[in-house]
């Protein structure tokens, strides 16, 4: 049956359809097969670019040195700044080279610092970094320049702090004090703990750079006499503190605090009043004290001899009501005031300063009340024996009451002294020990300092001369002695004869000896007690961490021998610290110098300013402001700073600060600037490092007159920057030294000279190959000289970066930029004439880009035209001699045309900045400036000039101006007046010429 129409309609449809369909599978497969090529493809260039990618940053990442080798250089230069890539290293190096390594025997001029004694027991802290970063400048700088340098690295053996660290880590560990161990067993455990946590500081000072001879590295280890004096007692540690040592703290009123060794708060600010009864039935005498427990040691009562309320009780006694001692009633003005509480004063000469001198004036009885572990002795009283001192104050109070003696209390003011190690309360007690007599060392460190017009010790700054003579002027004896058990033990044998009625230790004042060791004291022994039997002992006790201190700038040059290190080095050149330790350790090293060696130990003494958080507080953990500089270096810093700061940014921003008078307000955000400009420096110096060819080698000399003039110019700031930053480290002006050199990087060669010479090198120009020949030059000697003048301030980045530089052409320079010679002025480079021409270029570009930020900030991209108007020829010419500086420097010009007053008339249509009173200059923007906006802007600045130039001719016709003034400072002073005159011509007639076009 053959099919209809319709059935044959339907069929060819479905038919299509099917097609459609199998053409549709048909692309779909195609596609497919398509992307999966593209795919595979993509995967292997993908595969081939990370592994082109791996091999780049192979390239740029340093190989692996080993330890104490020379750094081994990545191929390429990296492109981005990382310290603590930069830094790694270096220091190893150094120290194994022996760059730091001074020789006795040199012929080289000596130069000598001492690094002044951290402690051994903790960290660094920033002050210490302080000292660390300019001592390293000057002894960096010193090497440089031709000078057998030694810098003596010490650490302060810090007996007391050190002492207690060691006990307190016993009874920790093993519940047990120095006393269970015994005396030898104790110091062996105290250099075991030395040799384990020592090493920080000295990994501290290594990772700032500090450039120590550590061949010469010492921990510090005699003039004195012994007496029994009244001392500052440390009742927890037992032992003598001194006054640096003791922290005062003020009390208004009654107030409780927590003493160690006490379960209950002990009571302060309290004046207490009781009786003493007259002997004979006269009555009783009424005194008042904030210590009442100290009455048990009570040996005298004094009164004003003018107090008439008393003159009935003169040559009287009273009576002690605990122990029956008779108390004499004794007159004394310079110990009583008779206005203060009832004008009768009790006398206690063995634990009171005052009550000393009184008894001492008075030939009293003094009388010890008080172990050594601050408990009542047998001399206060059976009652009261064994009681710890505090305790005993409530029961001395109790007592007295019991007595009928108690005459109440009040709250009193006072001064609480505190042992800044224990935090126990000082105790004045009356101890045997060894004293230094200052009186005739004082005045030798006197004279020193200000005989002569040329005195042997000069102090900078100069105002530190006063304190240093009101500390020496009104010195007393030192004592030396500590009783400790690590330290420098006194060289001083007790001598125990066979016949002395007394056996106890140290009795007989005239029974000691001394002796660098036990047979030199048995040697001295033997001839002082000839023909007696004899035992010796060693004073148990050791000397003060001030007085080893002061005899460091002798110790490490080995003395007491007659060593080369001692003929050759000694005295130093410059002691550098901080002011707070002037009279502790700088005058204490000066006396014992001129003692025992003729001489004062250094020439120079600088005193650093103290570093402070940037709101002017000290560094105290109290604060929480201490900073320890290990965590600025690597990012840890007082506002939780994550990014890692280096060394060397570090390092000049204390430099940079020292300034400051006599602190360091520290702002972190300054050492985070110096990091970032850090990166600049690296940046730029790339830069340079890219236009250089593989195998360029540098001349040795070069035609300075050919060069083109940016190169000119850069070589004369470079010189006028080494010729103001050489006097500066050399009379100590750190500061200022630290910012030439910056502002020369900064300033000049990265924000002027690497500008300019970039038009050279854009591409390979036949008519700049000689510019590009000469650019060459200079960069080299650019960045060779200007690393090397940095090197001091950064000795990390400077060093990596000088390792980089192509080497000279048939010179063999010296293995580290360390041992190179520090630049020394050119007078060839110097070229004022250049030197004015580029600040004139400087100062028209920077009002070019002033003018366009501030009136066409919306088409900064734009190339627009500019003009200069100058109202002197001599201007005119310079400025149209360097069109090619002025358009590179001020970019997005499209040109630049020179206009002479008299000839050319301003342009119309142009926003307009003035340069100086002979210079302005134009920009147009194609359209009509608004010239009422102008206007304002003019009037505002002839404002500021009319102010400007009446305060100065009311400077200049005040009465005794001409007489008064020196002749240079008018001079000065008429120059300015005639500039701002000018200046205001030029701006009135910009603005007649603005108003006219604003009438059009």
């Not at 004063?345 to 063995?350: C, F, G, H, S």
């Not at 007989?508 to 039997?533: C, I, M, P, T």
């Amino acid at each position: 049956m053959e099919a209809t129409p319709e059935q044959l309609e339907r069929k060819k449809k479905k038919e299509e359809k099917a097609r459609e369909k199998e053409l549709k599978k048909l692309k779909a497969a195609q596609k497919e097969a398509k992307f999966k090529v593209q795919l595979q493809s993509k995967k292997k260039s993908r595969r081939e670019e990370e592994e082109k990618v791996v091999e780049e940053e192979e390239d740029y990442r340093d190989p692996l040195t080993p330890s104490g080798q020379k750094k081994r250089l990545s191929a390429i230069m990296p492109k981005n700044y990382n310290p603590s890539n930069v830094e790694k290293c270096w220091y190893e190096w150094w120290e194994a080279s022996g760059f730091f390594v001074a020789d006795a025997n040199s012929s080289k001029p000596p130069f000598v610092i001492l690094l002044p004694p951290p402690n051994v027991t903790g960290n660094l802290h920033l002050g210490h970094a302080l000292t660390a970063a300019i001592q390293d400048t000057m002894i960096r700088w010193k090497r440089m320049s031709g000078f057998n340098a030694l810098w003596v690295p010490g650490l302060d053996h810090a007996g007391i702090a050190t002492q207690v660290v060691v006990e307190k880590k016993l009874m920790r560990d093993r519940r047990s004090t120095r006393h269970d161990l015994g005396r030898e067993k104790f110091v062996s455990e105290v250099w075991k703990w030395k040799h384990e946590h020592g090493g920080n500081i000295l990994k501290q000072l290594r990772r700032l750079g500090a450039s120590l001879d550590w061949s010469r590295e010492v921990v510090y280890n005699d003039i004195f006499h012994r007496d029994l004096r009244l001392v500052h007692w440390d009742c927890t540690l037992r032992t003598v503190i001194s006054d640096d040592e003791v922290d005062k703290i003020d009390i208004k009123e009654r107030k409780f605090l927590d003493i160690p060794g006490y379960d209950k708060q002990v009571e302060f600010g309290v004046l207490t009043s009781f009786a003493y009864p007259i002997e004979g039935g006269l009555g009783e005498i009424v005194v008042s004290t904030t210590r009442v427990e100290t009455m048990l040691g009570d040996t005298a009562i004094a009164v004003h001899p003018g107090d008439e309320r008393y003159s009935h009780l003169h040559g009287k006694f009273a009576n002690h009501p605990f122990n029956g001692r008779k108390l004499p009633i004794i007159c004394d003005a310079i110990l009583v005031d008779p206005s203060f509480g009832t004008g009768a004063v009790k006398i206690t000469p063995a634990h009171d300063q005052d009550d000393f001198k009184a008894g001492k004036r008075h030939s009293l009885e003094f009388i010890v009340i008080f172990t050594d572990d601050g408990k009542i002795n047998d001399n206060g009283g059976a009652e009261f024996s064994g009681m710890p001192r505090f305790e005993a104050r409530e029961a001395v109070k109790e007592a007295l009451k019991k007595k009928g003696l108690y005459r109440g209390a009040e709250n009193n003011e006072m001064h609480l002294g505190l042992c800044s190690r224990s935090n126990d309360v000082v105790e004045p007690m009356l101890k045997p020990q060894w004293f230094v007599n200052c009186d005739s060392l004082a005045k030798q460190a006197l004279q020193a300092a200000t005989d002569g017009e040329n005195p042997k010790l000069e102090f900078i700054p100069k105002q530190f001369l006063a304190e240093w003579k009101r500390w020496l002027g009104n010195i007393q004896d030192w004592c030396i002695s500590r009783q400790l058990w690590w330290g420098h033990r006194i060289p001083a044998w007790y001598v125990t004869l066979e016949d002395d009625a007394e056996k106890d230790f140290g009795v007989y004042n005239d029974h000691w000896v001394a002796g660098r060791n036990e047979e030199e004291a048995l040697a001295e022994a033997s001839q002082k007690f000839s023909g007696k039997k004899f035992d010796i002992s060693q004073d148990p006790d050791v000397l003060d961490t001030w007085f080893s201190s002061g005899l460091f700038p002798l110790s490490v040059l080995g003395w007491p021998d007659d060593t080369d290190d001692l003929r050759t080095f000694y005295p130093t050149s410059v002691l550098e610290t901080g002011h707070d330790i002037l009279f502790f350790w700088v005058a204490r090293m000066v006396m014992l110098g001129i003692q025992l060696r003729g001489d004062v130990p250094f020439r120079k003494v600088f005193l650093h300013p103290m570093v402070r958080d940037a709101h002017g507080r000290k560094m105290s953990k109290s604060l929480g402001n201490v900073s320890d500089p290990l965590e600025v270096i690597d990012g840890i810093s007082l506002e939780g700073l994550h990014k890692r700061l280096e060394e060397d940014a570090l390092r000049f921003a204390l430099v940079s600060y020292t300034a400051q008078s006599d602190k360091i307000n520290l702002d972190i955000q300054r050492v985070v600037g110096y990091r970032q400009w850090c990166n600049k420096l690296w940046n730029a110096v790339r830069f340079a490092m890219s236009k250089f060819d593989i195998d360029y080698t540098a001349p040795i000399n070069f035609n300075l007159e050919t060069m083109p003039f940016s190169c000119k110019w850069i070589l004369s700031v470079l010189n006028k920057a080494i010729s103001k930053a050489v006097p500066a480290l050399d009379s100590y002006e750190l500061s200022y030294a630290a910012s030439t050199v910056y502002s020369w990087w900064q300033y000049q060669f990265c924000d002027v000279f690497i500008e300019a010479i970039k038009p050279y090198f854009a591409g390979d120009d036949p008519a700049f190959a000689f510019e590009r020949s000469s650019a060459q030059e200079t960069l080299w000697i650019c960045l060779d000289s200007g690393l090397r003048l940095l090197h001091p301030f950064m000795p990390f980045v400077t060093e990596e970066l000088w390792q980089r530089l192509p080497p000279v052409r048939g010179h063999t320079r010296k293995e580290s930029i360390v041992t190179s010679e520090y630049p020394s002025a050119a007078d060839a480079w110097t070229n004022e004439e250049v030197e004015y021409e580029m600040d004139l270029i400087e100062s028209t570009v920077k009002c070019l880009r002033s003018l366009r930020a501030e009136v066409f900030e919306d088409r900064k991209n734009e190339r627009l035209p500019a003009f200069a108007f100058c109202k002197m020829r001599a201007v005119a010419d310079i400025l149209t001699s360097h069109n090619f500086e002025i358009l590179t420097l001020a970019k997005n010009l499209s040109s630049i045309q020179v206009l002479l007053s008299g000839e050319d008339a301003p342009p119309a249509g142009c926003a307009f900045e003035n340069v100086n009173e002979n210079l302005a200059v134009y920009l147009k923007a194609g359209e009509k400036v608004n010239a009422e906006v102008e206007l304002v802007k003019i009037r505002n600045k002839m404002d500021e000039i009319q102010k400007l130039q009446e305060k100065l001719e009311k400077k200049i016709n005040a009465a005794g101006y001409k007489e008064k003034v020196p002749l240079e400072i008018q001079d000065k002073d008429t120059e300015k007046l005639s500039k701002l005159v000018q200046e205001m011509e030029l701006f009135e007639k910009e603005s007649e010429r603005l108003e006219a076009e604003k009438s059009l």
